[in-house]
């Protein structure tokens, strides 16, 4: 009994111990390790261009969180231009910050460049387009499940029992470009399973708005009968869309197509420029991209070492789907100084 009234009362006296260290409260043994590794870090980004909404909405996300733990985050503009980007990515690789975030124009242009920052110590963060060298990371897309979306899409629409002619169109962007390499296969394969589709033209606008306008405007006149249109993006799809009321077809022929998910994707929901649309939903790349750059930096690892992919969950959207939340708006972003 004795022995049983002494480990009560080294216990009492034990949890009394905790209990008054909980008052006075607990270090947090991950928030220093935290903050050195994290303070001071420099973060660049090189995108196609800015001022479009895919570039501003990862910007804005990525700048904030750098921002938020003490590091410095810098934006390189090559335009549209790939030449003027390569030479950009060469310029950081020299700067040696200790992460780079790349939107690659196509497979090919920057691969080696990539593959070079890595080797020089840099971490890179590959997003939405990726090229034939795989590096730290990439965050986009998953651009076989958009295809199989947008392609199923039309098949439902155009396809058998629909009592329509069956003609579709596609319309690629860069046909080098991962966006289209990676998502006309598994389009063509769903089509390839229904007969009754027939893709009447497959060409390259090169993500020009006034290219696809154009191009759209031929393929209607050979073809008044056009069932379906996927566009490889909502920004050139705008031009297609244009072609398609100014021939007075819209709502005859039902407009596919993919993007961030930004405000004017919703407005053209509403007004039937677009009919559906598969959104890989720009926010939610931004929270990735914050995040794996913050593993990373904690990490140790060396650049390199460490190859993953985040796939972003497509949202599909019509206009009977819509939802307040359903898009973002670029004039909610913070202003930059």
Same mark, same amino acid.
């Given at each position: 009994m004795a022995r049983h009234?002494?480990?009560?009362?080294?216990?009492?006296?034990?949890?009394?111990?905790?209990?008054?260290?909980?008052?006075?409260?607990?270090?947090?043994?991950?928030h220093a390790p935290y903050v050195d590794s994290l303070k001071g870090k420099k973060v660049a980004f090189l995108p196609l261009a800015t001022g479009f909404d895919l570039a501003e909405g990862w910007a804005s996300g990525i700048r904030q969180t750098v921002e938020s733990f003490g590091g410095s985050f810098e934006i390189r503009d090559p335009n549209w231009n790939t030449s003027a980007g390569a030479q950009a990515l060469t310029e950081l690789i020299s700067e040696k910050p200790d992460l780079i975030v790349v939107h690659n124009p196509d497979v090919q242009s920057y691969a080696r460049l990539n593959e070079k920052a890595e080797k020089a110590g840099i971490y890179v963060v590959q997003?939405?387009?990726?090229?034939?060298?795989?590096?730290?990371?990439?965050?986009?897309?998953?651009?076989?499940?958009?295809?199989?979306?947008?392609?199923?899409?039309?098949?439902?629409?155009?396809?058998?029992?629909?009592?329509?002619?069956?003609?579709? %169109? =596609?319309?690629?962007?860069? !046909? &080098?470009?991962?966006?289209? *390499?990676?998502?006309? @296969?598994?389009?063509?394969?769903?089509?390839?399973?229904?007969?009754?589709?027939?893709?009447?033209?497959n060409q390259a606008a090169d993500w020009d708005a006034s290219k696809a306008r154009a191009l759209t405007a031929t393929v209607l006149q050979q073809n008044p009968d056009l069932c379906g249109l996927i566009s490889f993006w909502d920004g050139m799809a705008?031009?297609?869309?244009? %072609? =398609?009321?100014?021939?007075? !077809? &819209?709502?005859?022929?039902? *407009?596919?197509?993919? @993007?961030?998910?930004?405000?004017?994707?919703?407005?053209?929901?509403?007004?039937?420029?677009?009919?559906?649309?598969?959104?890989?939903?720009?926010?939610?790349?931004?929270?990735?991209?914050?995040?794996?750059?913050?593993?990373?930096l904690q990490s140790g690892l060396k650049p390199g070492a460490m190859k993953v992919s985040l796939y972003t969950p497509n949202k599909i959207l019509t206009k009977d789907t819509l939802k307040p939340d359903s898009c973002w708006s670029m004039k909610d972003l913070p202003k930059q100084g």
């Open positions: 009234r002494i480990l009560a009362a080294l216990c009492a006296g034990l949890l009394l111990g905790s209990s008054a260290a909980m008052a006075d409260g607990l270090v947090d043994p991950g997003v939405n387009m990726r090229s034939t060298f795989s590096t730290d990371a990439f965050v986009g897309a998953d651009w076989l499940e958009v295809g199989h979306a947008e392609a199923n899409a039309l098949v439902t629409k155009c396809g058998a029992g629909s009592g329509t002619s069956g003609k579709v %169109a =596609i319309v690629q962007g860069v !046909l &080098t470009a991962a966006t289209s *390499v990676y998502q006309i @296969g598994p389009i063509l394969d769903v089509f390839a399973q229904h007969p009754e589709i027939k893709v009447v033209s705008l031009g297609s869309s244009a %072609a =398609i009321s100014e021939a007075g !077809l &819209t709502g005859k022929v039902y *407009v596919v197509t993919n @993007g961030g998910g930004e405000k004017m994707a919703c407005d053209n929901l509403e007004s039937g420029g677009f009919d559906e649309y598969v959104s890989f939903d720009v926010p939610r790349q931004a929270a990735d991209m914050s995040a794996i750059i913050k593993v990373l």
